[in-house]
């Protein structure tokens, strides 16, 4: 991903008010989170923006024509984004890629002010890569294979009464 002070100002100081905007939301308007979100899921959100922005710059619009976070929400650019990020993956779509979709999609129903067709467009795309994800990727399906042997399992469920008593028997 690209750094967000790689993009323009304007790109920047609009993910400043988005993330603001979820860390201090107006319960007055009714826009926005009920409540404030924490500080690790406003970082999290930060690098959904920048992960999406960024693979649309991949996709090969150029990075100075990311000028707002409206820009994020334009399906053309979106799902050019996300076909780059899941070419990474064989050209299917993940958790991951399903994720930033509903970044987006939050983006464009709170701050990006599109009509409600296209909103439902984001909505069916969403929908459309939940459906397309696995629900164990092969490399956690292969760590959690080593938990069908008994023997294994076991280890595991005892290694927290093991650690306590080795932490005991080193404080003697």
């Not at 979100?37 to 923006?49: S, V």
């Not at 595991?156 to 650690?163: A, D, E, W």
Request: include cysteine; aromatic fraction near 6%; proline fraction near 5%.
């Amino acid at each position: 991903t690209f750094p967000i002070e790689a993009f323009p100002a304007s790109f920047q100081a609009d993910v400043a008010r988005w993330i603001d905007r979820l860390a201090q939301p107006d319960t007055l308007t009714g826009e926005g989170p009920a409540k404030p979100h924490r500080p690790a899921t406003l970082k999290h959100q930060r690098f959904n923006i920048q992960q999406v922005a960024s693979a649309i710059v991949r996709s090969g619009t150029p990075i100075e024509e990311i000028a707002e976070l409206a820009c994020l929400v334009d399906l053309t650019k979106l799902k050019a984004g996300l076909r780059f990020y899941m070419s990474r993956f064989g050209g299917k779509p993940t958790e991951s890629t399903h994720k930033l979709a509903t970044c987006v999609k939050t983006i464009a129903r709170y701050g990006g002010k599109v009509d409600a067709a296209h909103l439902e467009e984001i909505r069916s795309l969403c929908t459309r890569l939940a459906n397309g994800t696995t629900v164990v990727r092969a490399k956690n399906q292969e760590r959690l294979e080593q938990l069908a042997a008994d023997r294994n399992l076991a280890n595991l469920l005892q290694l927290p009464s093991r650690l306590v008593q080795l932490a005991a028997n080193k404080a003697l």
